[in-house]
């Protein structure tokens, strides 16, 4: 799943490049977590349900523009 739900991201994202991938992954943990945890789900539900997942994808958009453009392009 993570690697489906990354390249999801990177392409969000317009990246191009692999440099940020494990920071990218690990973003994608965080959001998955929080989003869990905000809508009040089991811990796991969008690795059980993995087509559930595009929700996490707005928050990465966001986490990242209010970081200063983490992203190198």
């Not at 692999?18 to 992954?25: F, P, R, T």
């Not at 809508?39 to 970081?67: C, D, K, M, S």
Request: proline share 3%.
């Amino acid at each position: 799943m993570m690697d489906e739900l990354l390249q999801k991201v990177k392409e969000n994202l317009i990246l191009e490049h692999d440099a940020d991938d494990k920071l990218l992954e690990r973003f994608i943990t965080a959001a998955i977590s929080y989003a869990e945890s905000y809508q009040h789900i089991a811990a796991g539900y969008y690795q059980e349900h993995p087509g559930r997942h595009h929700a996490v994808i707005p928050l990465l958009r966001v986490q990242g523009w209010q970081h200063g453009r983490l992203f190198r392009r």
